[in-house]
């Protein structure tokens, strides 16, 4: 076992409920452990209009972590992935919206 396998078999599962309310996110940052088993709650409020969450390594968005399913609101939708084993600031946007996203820290 390498120590990364060993570090997410010990990591915490965490529950991350996000809104999307007039097309903007209520979170601005996601902070969770290292490795960790995460789960998106996302609520799409937005009638008539698609949203997701999804996760990159950085702003530009070429390299993913983790792509969210799209719904068209009002929906919700829960999804998990595992963090990166590896801490640091990350991104997460909706992908037909990118002007919606944040910080992704991985603690």
């Known amino acids: 076992m390498t120590p990364e396998t060993a570090a997410a078999q010990t990591a915490k599962s965490v529950t991350i409920d996000i ?37 990159y390594t950085d702003e530009s968005a070429a390299e993913e972590i983790f792509i969210g399913d799209l719904i068209t609101g009002p929906d919700r939708v829960t999804q998990t992935f595992t963090a990166p084993p590896e801490p640091g600031t990350y991104y997460f ?12 820290i991985v603690e």
């Open 19 to 55: 809104v999307s309310v007039n097309m903007a996110f209520d979170l601005d940052t996601i902070t969770v452990p290292a490795g960790a088993e995460v789960t998106i709650n996302l609520d799409n409020q937005d009638d008539g209009v698609p949203h997701n969450v999804s996760f």
């Open 93 to 104: 946007q909706c992908d037909v919206h990118p002007f919606m996203n944040g910080a992704f």
